[in-house]
């Protein structure tokens, strides 16, 4: 999930204002982004820029290249340990519920995937020349992956298509400057889960999705981390002000009894994704052997297979894990952590 502060936001808008109105003073052409974005054909606008693109690679030398690499904060590799994340990968896609299809995504997807889905603005995007965007939520591709599968159905018009669920373990790039430690993290790889399926009333499909994703990743986590690792989980009911009883009794009740050793509880006071997920949402946090909190997965469920069917009764459910962030907190003891 990603949001941004209000007041920075309409500073980052005016100040953009300003640019685009001097570009265009300059270039000697009122209102510039106005043609380019409203006048010419996307297939134009395509052919244009690639044109401006070439002629600029044209005239960069190898030096350039070395000097940009190092300065610019998309190209860095991560410092993550690509051994670690190939375990992490392992593990998790060894224990993932077989109704899960896992799916090697592109680098890219059409323009707007993320902000037409969720609500972000197009600027925490990487757009490209070719009218797509670098993948930035993996989640929001798969949530469009998903309303195919189901659309591809032959018994979807009439409401009894299968559930469908997906998992990809992928790169993406974020175009906001962000910085959580040390390194270039613009771009991080993200395991990612979507249910989607139809509204059988009751939050039933919610109740089940979310216990499905929760389970997996305390299984995987069991497995990667090991037995000892306290993990916990925090429910949030945002469809009600106190937390209704089959919130309760399905999720808090169950994975009491299903998970020993594992802290399961409501957090009814979470502002954050509020506006962002529906009904239901939930973390998992894992704590380091010197006692410190970190969360892993943020999870819950959205409208954007209802968007994208056109149907009120689609229902779907998305969770994420940084595997970067998981697999740099939690590192390997021994010979193989310098690996």
């Known amino acids: 999930m990603a949001s941004s502060p209000a007041g920075s ?29 409203d006048r010419l054909a996307p297939t134009d606008l395509q052919s244009l820029l690639l044109e401006v693109y070439t002629r600029r690679a044209k005239r960069r030398n190898p030096k350039a290249l070395l000097e940009d690499h190092v300065s610019n904060r ?14 992490w990968d392992r593990v ?13 995504l592109s680098p890219v997807c059409s323009l707007g995937t993320a902000s037409v889905l969720s609500p972000i603005s197009q600027d925490w995007v990487v757009s490209t020349v070719r009218n797509t965007e670098v993948v930035a939520d993996s989640t929001n591709v798969l949530a469009i992956e998903c309303a195919i599968r189901r659309r591809e159905q032959k018994n979807f018009s009439t409401g009894h298509a299968t559930p469908v669920h997906l998992a990809a373990s992928h790169r993406l790039l974020r175009g906001q400057k962000i910085s959580i430690s040390p390194g270039v993290l613009q771009h991080f790889r993200l395991f990612s889960l979507c249910s989607t399926g139809r509204d059988p009333g009751n939050l039933r499909f919610e109740i089940d999705a979310v216990r499905l ?5 305390l299984t995987a986590f069991k497995k990667f981390l ?15 002000e106190a937390p209704r009883s089959l919130v309760r009794s399905e999720l ?6 299903s998970y020993k050793g594992i802290t399961i509880g409501l957090d009814q006071d979470r502002k954050q994704g509020r506006g962002y997920y529906g009904e239901l949402c939930f973390k998992i946090f894992a704590t380091l052997s010197k006692g410190r909190e970190h969360e892993l997965v943020d999870g819950g469920d959205v409208n954007w297979t209802q968007k994208l069917l056109n149907n ?8 994420g894990c940084g595997s970067e962030r998981l697999c740099e907190l939690f590192g390997v003891a021994g010979p193989d952590k310098d690996r």
Not at 76 to 87: F, G, I
Not at 213 to 217: A, L, M, W
Not at 252 to 257: A, E, G, N, P, V
Not at 312 to 319: D, F, G, P, Q, Y
């Open 312 to 319: 009120a009764k689609e229902r779907l459910v998305i969770s």
């Open 74 to 87: 998309f190209t860095r590799p991560s410092a993550s340990n690509p051994r670690r994340l190939l375990e």
């Open 9 to 37: 936001s309409t500073s980052n808008l005016a100040n953009r204002s300003r640019i685009i109105s001097r570009i265009a003073r300059e270039a000697g052409v009122p209102g510039l982004a106005n043609i380019l974005s």
């Open 252 to 257: 808090i009740d169950k994975f009491q009894s």
């Open 226 to 240: 090991g037995p000892n690792t306290p993990l916990r989980v925090a429910i949030s009911d945002f469809g009600s």
């Open 92 to 104: 998790a896609f060894s224990r993932l519920p077989r109704v899960f299809r896992p799916v090697e």
């Open 213 to 217: 994703h929760v389970g997996f990743f």
